[in-house]
C-alpha cells in the first residue's frame, strides 16, 4: 500500500487561501468517509484539524475545512497566517489487507 | 485534554531491540485504541498498527509484521511498543496517539520519542 498523494508544497501571502490535496483510491479516500488531517510543526506532536472529512475539533479555527470528491480530499486553508506555516498530513482508513490506515505523503506550507 | 507522555530517547546498535512506552495523563484505558506512528528525518509519517488496551489485540501494518509487537500493562496504565532487529532506517521519531473507540481518526499524540538506531 503506498502513502496517499500529497503536493510537496504549496505557498501563500498572509491572507491567502490555499488548498492541499490528497489523492488516494476507492480502497481508501474514495470507498470511506474517514479522512483527517493533521498540522505538524516539527519538533513538537501532530495535532488533529480536520475529522471525517469535514468535521473540525472544538479549538480548531473555522479557517481551516476539508471537503472530499470521488478519490481525492482537500483540506483549505483560507485567510492563511505566519503560525500556519508548517507539514500537513492527511490520513484516511483503508481497506487493503497490509494496514487499517494510511497516511498522505505530507505537504509544507509556507507563508510568504 | 488528555495527555500522551512517552519514554524518553534511545540509542540502539543494528541488530538490537527497543522499547518505547507511551502513558495516557488522565484517564484509564477504557473506550480508546492506541496507534503507533513514526516519522523518519525528512520522511513523512508512517502508519505502524494498533492496540486496543482493553481486550490486548492488535493490527500492524505488514511491513513491521514480525518485527513489532505492542502491548500494555493495564495496572499501570502504560501501552509498549517494542520494535526488534532494529537497521539504520528504523532511525525516526515514534510517536503514539489515542483512537477514541467507533472514530477513525487520532485526536491526541504524545510527544514523539526520538530512536537512533547507530553503530
Known amino acids: 500500500q503506498s502513502a496517499l498523494t500529497q503536493p510537496a508544497s504549496v505557498s501563500g501571502p498572509p491572507g491567502q487561501s490555499i488548498t492541499i490535496s490528497c489523492t488516494g483510491t476507492s480502497s481508501d479516500v474514495g470507498g470511506y468517509n474517514y479522512v483527517s488531517w493533521y498540522q505538524h510543526h516539527p519538533g513538537k506532536a501532530p495535532k488533529l484539524i480536520i475529522f471525517d472529512v469535514n468535521n473540525r475539533p472544538s479549538g480548531v479555527s473555522n479557517r481551516f475545512s476539508g471537503s472530499k470528491s470521488g478519490n481525492t480530499a482537500s483540506l483549505t486553508i483560507s485567510g492563511l497566517q505566519p503560525e500556519d506555516e508548517a507539514d500537513y498530513y492527511c490520513m484516511s482508513y483503508t481497506s487493503t489487507s497490509d494496514l487499517d490506515y494510511v497516511f498522505g505523503t505530507g505537504t509544507k506550507v509556507a507563508v510568504l | 485534554q488528555v495527555q500522551l507522555v512517552q519514554s524518553g530517547a534511545e540509542v540502539k546498535k543494528p541488530g538490537a531491540s527497543v522499547r518505547v512506552s507511551c502513558k495516557p495523563s488522565e484517564y484509564t484505558f477504557t473506550g480508546a485504541y492506541i496507534h503507533w506512528v513514526r516519522q523518519a528525518p525528512g520522511q513523512g509519517l508512517e502508519w505502524m498498527g494498533w492496540l486496543n488496551p482493553n481486550s490486548g489485540l492488535t493490527h500492524y501494518a505488514q511491513m513491521f509484521q514480525g518485527r513489532v509487537t505492542m502491548t500494555r500493562d493495564t495496572s499501570i496504565t502504560t501501552a509498549y511498543m517494542d520494535l526488534t532487529s532494529l537497521k539504520s532506517d528504523d532511525t525516526a521519531v515514534y510517536f503514539c496517539?489515542?483512537?477514541?473507540?467507533?472514530?477513525?481518526?487520532?485526536?491526541?499524540w504524545g510527544q514523539g520519542t526520538l530512536v537512533t538506531v547507530s553503530s
Open positions: 496517539a489515542r483512537r477514541t473507540k467507533g472514530s477513525r481518526y487520532v485526536g491526541q
